[in-house]
Structures are given as structure tokens and as C-alpha cells.
């Protein structure tokens, strides 16, 4: 049985991540931070489901200004969770929410760097440094406020948002990814401030987990060891975003690795809860089983039920569960590394509570979550946050209706523009909100439409698509 990495412990308001603490769930809240009553009511909502953290997206000052009236407002109830702010593209914005929060969360892709425009940029290892030298500005002074304060960071990394300078200098790589977070680790370091948190998410699972394993074998290199949050961004709503999440985040949670963890879902935020409780509640029966399916069969653990091993190029999963989404689960987690890491191709999947025919499909999706094989079109759409700019659940149901035919399709659907374009180039076709009532639309990474009205977006959508299939 694998044992957990050692960690760091980062302290958040009255919680502490990492050491020997139990790993933290949390979710999202996707009201608007301006709206104190609504956001209120909906961190109840997650924090009575039992999420230990609740975070806000916090767009500028007057949202982050607002966190102290929904703080205070909550603690008033008798609810002392830790809140979080979530900042993009103004540093600013970060050292007013580091008075009011009890944790910040900063994209190092957007912090300093402006928004990713896809652009090559060409430099000099001094200009580069000098690159550095501008996020260290900007830097410093917040991490004294949060050192005033007591205010915790998480350093965010999404595959989705990388600079245009990292891209240009590393490409779209896991050692790209993991150095736009080493930059800003090794600055906290050197001033000294040690509640940190890092994550580093995509929407891709093999990329998300690939990316988790080479930052933790960096910070090794570097003796350090903050505590690590696990997500597998924009995965989706419903049986899919369930089984892509447990799939990455299964996948690392199995091998020791994991502080605090949000289940990512296109749905109401107290939804993300339960699923991610359930997966640290698997982690034991997942992790025996992901060690004991490289073993010869006669090894396996004598009486033991349940069981997989690989045989050619198939992993044979023998499980159980007492109902049919615990099984999706615990099914994905265990399975998870071995279809990342290519250690089986194909899956066969038995149950005695479950038909054959349940199981063929949940395989089918579990490698498809693991992007081995494509069976059905692929949606990458976003949990939606204070920055959505449409009803993202009911968009989401109109592209699933009119598109779930097209096998192998990728559609991502998105909110807003923070990771919107990112995220889908690894899509065929992307839907981005733009502004208030305004989309744009997207083939790979290149908009090509901008601005639609919402009310006539899905069906631009759809002709775009039929256009191109036509043309094939």
C-alpha cells in the first residue's frame, strides 16, 4: 500500500492542508461576488454538503472589497470556513482580496504576463530575466500583505492559461507548465512565506496527471514540499465529469499524492461534494487495487473479491459498489494510472449487482476519460463561476442535444475567457461567453465568430460544424 507524500503544512484561516491532516474538499461558489445575499446562501449550501473551503471569483476590487460582507455574514451564522478568492489578470485585485480572504488564489499565467494571445515571442535569456524581475515587483508586495494578514496562496497553474511567454520559451509542455509555477515558488521561497498551495490543472487528464508527477519530482529536486490541491479542470457534468475527475485525480490519489481536492462539474457546486468525498473515502480499496493488478494472479491477496489484473494489453476489473456511482468511481480510480501510463489498452469490467451491458459502457467511458478511445462526442465545458456570462447548465444541455451524435467530436464550452481558449485547443469547436449576453466561437484555438447574440449562439454553433462536416 502506497503511503502519502509528505508535505508541507499551509495554514488556512482556521484549516490546515498538507502533513498529516486529512485531505480538504472544497468547491466553487457561481453566483456573483457583488451579490452578497446569493453568495451567502450558496457557500451554506456547499459547506452543509460538506465542503471545507469555499471559493469566490473575485474579477476586481469591488468583488474582492464585497468578500468581507459574505465573510462577515457567514461567520455571523455560525459558519467559519475558510474563503478564497480567485484572481485573474489584475495583481491588484489580489492585494485587496488578501485583507478579507483567508486565502488567495493566483494564475501565474496571468498575474504579470497579459492574457494569452497564442503569440511566438522570441527572447534573450537577459530580457527573460528581466521577465522575471517584473513578477517579482508585483510579487513581493502582496506576499507582505498576505504575510500581514495571515493569508494563505494557492499558486494555480491551468494547462489552459499559460502565458505566451512560457509557450514561447518551453512550448505547450509539462516542463512548461510546471516552471510558470516553479517561478513564482521559488519567489515565496526566498521571501520566506510558507502558506502555499499549488495546483496545477487541465481538462486533458494525461497531461493533468503527467504535469502533477514532474512538478513533485521538481520540487524534490529543490527540497521543497508544499501541499499539493488535485482537479482535472473543465471536466464536464454528469457520469463524464464524474469518471474524468476520479480517472486524474483517482489516478494521483493513489499513488500518495494529494493535499485537497475539487471535483470540477458543469452543476450546482454542493453537487461537486459528495463525488469528492467519495473518492478519499476509496482511496485504500482503489490504491490495493491499482498495486495488486501488476501482480501474477496468485499473489493477489487470497478471499480478496475484488480484484484486477492485466493480461496482453486488457486490464479485467472484478468490483463492486453498493450503488451504480460509487462504482463509476472507484472503478475510474483504480483504473486510472494504469490506462494513463498506456499500462492497458483496452478494459473488461465485471460487477454481479450490474449488466453487461451497464459495465461495457462505463469501460468504454473510462477510456475515453483516460484518452485512449473515443466512443462519443467529448464535451470540455467548465463548473461556470461569478465570471459565466450565460446560463452555462442550460447551454450545455442545448449542444449536448443537437451535437451527441458526432463520435470523437470535441466541443468545449466555457463561461468566460480565462481558460476558454486554452483549454480548447485541444477541442474542435468552442464556445466562449464574451461578454454579457455575447459569445464567441472558436475552431481549435482561432475565434472565428465573435460577439453573437447568446439567444442565436448554439445554432451558429451547429452550422459552423455541419459546414465543416460538409466540406469533408
Do not use: W
Request: a negative charge.
Amino acid at each position: 500500500m502506497s503511503t502519502r507524500r509528505i508535505s508541507s503544512v499551509a495554514h488556512v484561516g482556521n484549516i490546515a492542508i498538507g502533513g498529516d491532516n486529512p485531505i480538504r474538499i472544497q468547491s466553487m461558489a457561481t453566483t456573483d461576488t457583488n451579490d452578497t445575499e446569493g453568495s451567502v446562501a450558496q457557500a451554506k449550501r456547499i459547506i452543509d454538503a460538506g465542503g471545507e473551503i469555499v471559493r469566490f471569483t473575485t474579477q476586481g476590487t469591488r468583488e474582492a472589497e464585497n468578500m468581507k460582507n459574505i465573510s462577515a455574514r457567514l461567520k455571523a451564522d455560525g459558519y467559519n470556513q475558510p474563503l478564497v478568492a480567485d484572481v485573474h489578470f489584475t495583481a491588484h485585485t489580489a492585494d485587496v482580496a488578501a485583507q478579507y480572504c483567508e486565502k488567495v488564489r493566483i494564475n501565474p499565467g496571468n498575474y504579470v504576463d497579459p492574457g494569452r494571445t497564442f503569440k511566438h515571442l522570441e527572447y534573450t535569456d537577459e530580457e527573460y530575466a528581466e521577465e522575471l524581475k517584473k513578477i517579482e515587483a508585483k510579487l513581493v508586495p502582496f506576499i507582505n500583505i498576505c504575510k500581514e494578514h495571515h493569508t494563505a496562496v494557492r499558486i494555480g497553474v491551468n494547462h489552459g492559461s499559460l502565458s505566451d511567454r512560457i509557450m514561447s520559451r518551453y512550448g505547450d509542455t509539462p516542463e512548461g507548465i510546471v516552471e510558470s509555477c516553479m517561478e513564482f515558488l521559488r519567489i515565496f521561497r526566498r521571501e520566506n512565506f510558507n502558506d502555499v498551495v499549488i495546483s496545477i490543472k487541465a481538462s486533458n487528464t494525461v497531461v493533468m496527471v503527467t504535469t502533477v508527477r514532474l512538478l513533485v519530482k521538481t520540487m524534490d529536486k529543490e527540497d521543497m514540499h508544499y501541499p499539493l490541491h488535485l482537479g482535472v479542470t473543465e471536466a464536464g457534468e454528469g457520469e463524464d465529469g464524474r469518471i474524468k475527475s476520479a480517472v486524474g485525480i483517482g489516478a494521483l490519489l493513489t499513488e500518495g499524492i494529494g493535499d485537497t481536492i475539487r471535483v470540477s462539474l458543469s452543476e450546482e457546486p454542493e453537487c461537486e461534494i459528495p463525488v469528492a468525498r467519495k473518492l478519499v473515502d476509496l482511496i485504500p480499496e482503489c490504491t490495493r487495487l491499482r498495486q495488486e493488478a501488476s501482480l501474477p494472479q496468485p499473489l493477489q491477496k487470497e478471499g480478496s473479491q475484488e480484484r484486477m489484473y492485466i493480461e496482453g494489453d486488457t486490464l479485467y476489473m472484478y468490483i463492486d459498489a453498493p450503488d451504480y456511482e460509487t462504482l463509476q468511481l472507484k472503478a475510474a480510480m483504480a483504473a486510472g494510472a494504469l490506462l494513463i501510463d498506456r499500462k492497458a489498452m483496452n478494459l473488461k469490467i465485471h460487477s454481479t449487482h450490474y449488466s453487461p451491458l451497464l459495465l461495457e459502457g462505463l469501460g468504454e467511458a473510462l477510456l475515453q476519460a483516460a484518452r485512449i478511445k473515443f466512443t462519443k462526442t467529448e464535451y470540455i465545458s467548465c463548473p461556470g463561476c461569478g465570471r459565466t456570462l450565460y446560463n452555462l447548465q442550460e447551454t450545455i444541455a442545448k449542444i449536448k442535444a443537437a451535437t451527441s451524435h458526432l463520435v470523437g467530436l470535441k466541443i468545449g464550452i466555457m463561461g468566460c475567457i480565462v481558460n476558454g481558449p486554452g483549454e480548447m485547443a485541444d477541442a474542435d469547436y468552442g464556445y466562449v461567453g464574451a461578454g454579457r449576453g455575447k459569445i464567441s466561437l472558436y475552431k481549435q484555438k482561432v475565434c472565428v465568430e465573435k460577439n453573437i447574440p447568446e439567444e442565436e449562439a448554439v445554432d451558429k454553433l451547429l452550422e459552423l460544424i455541419n459546414s465543416d462536416r460538409a466540406k469533408k
